[in-house]
């Protein structure tokens, strides 16, 4: 089972509007991280969120996990073609053998932002 | 130097070929990690380093074989791949420990890896 839902799997927007990718975990989430990747590319690190209630924006970006710690939203505003790519929520779950904790990622948001 | 760097960017090779792939980062991490990633598909961890141990196998074939000479480079060595090992191969590095990561994971850029 995905430990990790986003969604929605892809978004189309038009240059200038504001768009929500959303993260959920059936689990209490001890961190929060978001990533943007280009296809074929790294990930690049957008923010980390730890505490329930916590936001934190970065230029356009803002995050925010919710108070229960297990949904998160990455909210941007005026969209632009440079924010187009895979946005990757990532938490630390426990690993198969459950004696230590992973970076496990959601299957991402494909954003496609149209000018 | 607030990177990791992952060399080569692209690797062709035969099944009976043997590689390596080498990332490197000059952050004082002391966690190193390996995720492969399919096409259209998230990463996946297969190995993680702390303080120059290996902590976490995910149950990955012996023909992928994680080296860390020392707390800042991290070596995959490759051998008798199977052409459905081909996909991009993310090295990443965190100050501190799982659930007490200070500043997140960073992520080389990967090395797209074809296995003929």
């Known amino acids: 089972s995905q430990e990790l839902e986003q969604s929605p799997q892809s978004l189309i927007v038009q240059e200038g509007k504001n768009l929500t990718i959303n993260c959920t975990s059936s689990?209490?989430?001890?961190?929060l991280y978001w990533y943007k990747q280009k296809y074929g590319e790294g990930l690049i690190f957008l923010m980390m969120?730890?505490?329930?209630?916590e936001e934190k924006s970065h230029e356009k970006i803002t995050a925010k996990l919710d108070e229960k710690k297990q949904q998160s939203s990455l909210h941007i505003t005026a969209s632009q073609p440079s924010h187009a790519g895979i946005y990757l929520c990532?938490?630390?779950?426990?690993?198969?053998?459950?004696?230590?904790?992973?970076?496990?990622f959601g299957k991402g948001t494909l954003l496609t932002v149209n000018p | 130097d607030t990177e990791v760097t992952q060399t080569p960017k692209h690797l062709v090779m035969g099944m009976t070929n043997k590689k390596s792939l080498k990332c490197e980062q000059h952050?004082?991490?002391?966690?190193m990690y390996w995720y492969k990633q399919k096409a259209k598909k998230p990463p996946e961890l297969m190995f993680v380093?702390?303080?120059?141990?290996?902590?976490i196998n995910e149950s990955v074939p012996s023909r992928f074989s994680p080296e860390c000479p020392n707390s800042s480079l991290l070596n995959l060595h490759l051998h008798a791949l199977q052409p459905e090992d081909s996909a991009l191969y993310l090295c990443?590095?965190?100050?501190?420990?799982?659930?007490?990561?200070?500043?997140?994971?960073?992520f080389g850029s990967g090395t797209r890896l074809t296995v003929v």
């Open positions: 952050m004082g991490h002391r966690a």
């Open positions: 380093y702390s303080y120059e141990k290996l902590s």
């Open positions: 689990k209490t989430l001890y961190g």
């Open positions: 990532g938490a630390d779950f426990p690993n198969s053998g459950g004696s230590n904790y992973k970076l496990t």
């Open positions: 969120l730890q505490k329930g209630g």
């Open positions: 990443a590095s965190s100050q501190g420990e799982v659930l007490r990561i200070i500043d997140g994971y960073t």
